[in-house]
């Protein structure tokens, strides 16, 4: 049984900062990859940044690139998503996701149904 629990959405101003953290527990050994994605209203969910278990390879989307950075801690079985310089636009549930699927490509790992794991979001809400 696998669990990823979201925290460190909240509201905040524009060009403000947040971090997101999402623990996980349970079959972690089995992570290939994780990562956060967002949803906002009326909008499909999509794919911000993403790093692998083992080597810490990186990637992100980008409408975030520069802005946002993921890192993760493995001995608490952690990752991170920090923001910066926000924008109302970035208003959305963020989601933490886990992914099983050994070797995926970057391309295939900003698609949802790389996912296996999700946890059950936190919202973050910019203020212009």
């Known amino acids: 049984q696998v669990q990823l629990v979201e925290s460190g959405g909240g509201l905040v101003q524009a060009g403000g900062s947040l971090r997101l953290s999402c623990v996980a527990s349970g079959r972690t050994f089995s992570f290939y990859a994780m990562a956060w994605f967002r949803q906002a209203p009326g909008k499909e969910r999509e794919f911000l940044a993403g790093i692998t278990w083992r080597n810490a390879n990186t990637d992100y989307a980008d409408s975030v690139k520069g802005r946002f950075t993921i890192s993760r801690d493995n001995a608490k079985n952690t990752v991170y998503l920090q923001m910066n310089s926000l924008k109302p636009e970035d208003t959305a549930l963020y989601y933490c996701?886990?992914?099983?699927?050994?070797?995926?490509?970057?391309?295939?790992?900003?698609?949802?149904?790389?996912?296996?794991?999700w946890g059950q979001g936190t919202q973050v809400t910019v203020s212009s």
């Open positions: 996701a886990a992914s099983t699927k050994t070797g995926f490509s970057w391309s295939a790992l900003k698609l949802v149904s790389s996912y296996d794991y």
